[in-house]
């Protein structure tokens, strides 16, 4: 899990931030950032995304949680500041939880409180309309200023207790890649391989795990990517297998191409050839300092020089952590600067009509020298 030291010195420099931008008050709505924030992330499986969390940041004092009664023992755990808690279950009055249920009870701890903030910070693009407005309705003179991307830009560089997430998440993907590649065979089906391949990582486990990605073949692997289906395989096909896998929220991203039967044709091994070669330009370009869009063209410009210009439509990798695409995004019109300690990707592809699709994708960690390879997987058809 995260660590709970390291997540209050995070949040000590978010409140911080707060400060200087003369924040009376900050709401964090999006249920990663309170993760990155207080470690306690809410699970997503079931009824669980009814059930609202907030995070109250007061500048000048401590934090506030706002959670359910269900997820409290989850946060007992981690978080060690003041919750405020509703009820999302009663057997004598109700089953399902709405909005309104936390609203009453924060307004109810709002109202209470002596602060009146005058100036408030919101992440609009996360928090829902029925929150702002209870905010306005409290504090009509309060203006609202928009951090939707404030801790985004804090969680592009990962620290130690995050990398330590991202690697076990990595740890599972040799068995995956292992199990995947063993199960396609003629006659078998995409469905067969996530089945495999999510039997293989829960016993693993020893407990429900993520598993997820694009599994296309053949004709299907000309679109880039899509869920896996019951389509029959058959020898010679290209198989795509973008592969997903978390712990706790903290992604791992990535990407072989297979061919069923295990024989490629001289085009299919030529693809793949030129698709490791961008490979190698972009990690050529891996270490602080570089433009992410460097590494996009030279991605571009190692499979335009083999020919396959046309036939690579998407961007070129992308950052990831608590989501799988964070910045730095290495597309052309991109923005950001590599800096060390980023996690990121590199997926270049080619996808021929009527010869198929290829994409390879490896996962990085930016070192002060260079790059870190954490893909526990040969690259190979």
């Not at 755990?77 to 003041?82: G, H, L, M, P, S």
């Not at 199990?179 to 293989?200: F, W």
């Not at 190698?280 to 030279?298: F, K, M, S, W």
């Not at 009527?354 to 954490?374: H, K, P, Q």
Request: proline letters at 4%; one cysteine or more; charged letters at 25%.
């Amino acid at each position: 899990m995260l660590s709970t030291e390291r997540c209050r010195e995070r949040l000590r420099r978010f409140a911080a931030g707060c400060a200087e931008q003369g924040l009376d008050l900050a709401v964090v709505s999006d249920t990663r950032n309170i993760a990155y924030l207080t470690g306690f992330l809410r699970p997503d499986v079931g009824i669980s995304d009814m059930k609202v969390v907030l995070l109250l940041v007061y500048p000048d004092r401590g934090p506030v949680l706002l959670n359910s009664q269900m997820f409290k023992p989850l946060a007992d755990k981690v978080y060690r500041d003041e919750m405020i808690v509703y009820t999302d279950y009663d057997i004598h009055h109700k089953m399902v939880t709405h909005l309104d249920d936390a609203l009453a009870v924060l307004r109810e701890h709002l109202v209470s409180d002596s602060s009146k903030p005058q100036k408030i910070g919101i992440e609009s693009r996360y928090q829902a309309t029925a929150v702002t407005m209870l905010l306005q309705a409290l504090y009509p003179s309060a203006s609202m200023t928009d951090l939707s991307n404030t801790i985004l830009h804090m969680r592009r560089v990962k620290e130690d207790d995050e990398l330590a997430l991202i690697r076990r998440s990595e740890s599972q993907i040799a068995l995956a890649y292992k199990t995947v590649k063993e199960t396609i065979a003629e006659g078998r089906t995409e469905l067969d391989a996530l089945l495999a391949g999510s039997a293989a990582l829960t016993k693993s486990a020893g407990e429900r795990t993520f598993f997820y990605g694009d599994f296309v073949s053949g004709e299907r692997s000309e679109g880039i990517g899509g869920w896996p289906t019951g389509r029959v395989l058959q020898n010679g096909d290209l198989f795509i297998f973008d592969l997903w896998t978390t712990t706790e929220g903290y992604w791992a991203d990535t990407c072989r191409t297979f061919v069923v039967g295990g024989a490629p044709t001289a085009e299919q091994t030529r693809m793949h050839d030129v698709v490791l070669k961008a490979v190698d330009a972009g990690e050529q370009l891996l270490r602080p300092g570089t433009p992410a869009r460097e590494v996009y063209q030279a991605m571009y410009d190692a499979i335009v020089a083999e020919g396959y210009g046309d036939y690579f439509p998407h961007h070129g990798g992308h950052g990831f952590g608590l989501h799988a695409h964070e910045a730095p995004f290495f597309i052309p019109a991109s923005d950001e600067m590599l800096e060390e300690g980023m996690t990121c990707t590199l997926e270049p592809g080619i996808y021929i009509p009527g010869s198929g699709g290829v994409r390879s994708e490896d996962n990085y960690l930016i070192t002060a020298t260079g790059f870190e390879n954490l893909t526990p997987y040969p690259r190979g058809l």
